[in-house]
T-cell receptor
Framework: KAGVTQTPRYLIKTRGQQVTLSCSPI?????VSWYQQTPGQGLQFLFE???????NKGNFPGRFSGRQFSNSRSEMNVSTLELGDSALYLC?????????????FGSGTQLSVL | TQLLEQSPQFLSIQEGENLTVYCNSS?????LQWYRQEPGEGPVLLVT?????EVKKLKRLTFQFGDARKDSSLHITAAQPGDTGLYLC???????????FGKGTSLLVT
């Protein structure tokens, strides 16, 4: 069974630009969660999607948005990039929704904002 | 303020030594998970503990959930270089929904 796939693996953007990251969950998994990981703050929850609906959202500004498609694939978008958005963005899929589920993480997208 | 505090932040030990890492909070959790993350990869789930006082073993790794479900520990016996990585604890609060992560303990075994 293929794991969680995130693309692209690396991204370099400049301030003010926008970026879209993609996540393909494990086949059969209907929930996709997104996390931002930085050395200073660790892993911070962005949002969770289940059956194309956002079920939960972390404490991030509205510049961070996401969506989920009918095949459970998910994208997250960050608009008007800031230097502080440089981070590893991790996607995780699970069978069900909620924090108690077993999460399977992708390898992440390393975003650098210059 | 971090909901889950992990200590120590960094640990560098010799192969064969034992070690314990801690995950503490003032909140009560319905469950706690431990993950290991290797450089360039996403975290991989090691174990989930759900009952206060629960002890789970995974080969040389022993996980314990505190009686009050506010803290957890991970003990590694006879550490090996393959144990090197970032160990993360994560939990769902009784009153919560999302999974909250600690900042992790970075372990280097040489």
């Amino acid at each position: 069974k293929a794991g969680v796939t995130q693309t692209p693996r690396y991204l370099i953007k400049t301030r003010g630009q926008q970026v879209t990251l993609s996540c393909s969950p494990i086949s059969g998994h209907r929930s996709v969660s997104w996390y931002q990981q930085t050395p200073g703050q660790g892993l911070q929850f962005l949002f969770e999607y289940f059956s194309e609906t956002q079920r939960n959202k972390g404490n991030f500004p509205g510049r961070f948005s996401g969506r989920q498609f009918s095949n459970s694939r998910s994208e997250m978008n960050v608009s008007t990039l800031e230097l502080g958005d440089s981070a590893l963005y991790l996607c995780a899929s699970s069978l069900g929704q909620g924090g108690g589920e077993k999460l399977f993480f992708g390898s992440g997208t390393q975003l650098s904002v210059l | 303020t971090q909901l889950l505090e992990q200590s120590p932040q960094f640990l560098s030990i010799q192969e064969g030594e034992n070690l314990t890492v801690y995950c503490n909070s003032s909140s009560v959790f319905s469950s706690l998970q431990w993950y290991r993350q290797e450089p360039g990869e996403g975290p991989v789930l090691l174990v989930t503990v759900v009952t206060g006082g629960e002890v789970k073993k995974l080969k040389r790794l022993t996980f314990q959930f505190g009686d009050a479900r506010k803290d957890s520990s991970l003990h590694i016996t006879a550490a090996q270089p393959g144990d090197t990585g970032l160990y993360l604890c994560a939990g769902v609060r009784n009153s919560g929904y999302a999974l909250n992560f600690g900042k992790g303990t970075s372990l280097l075994v040489t």
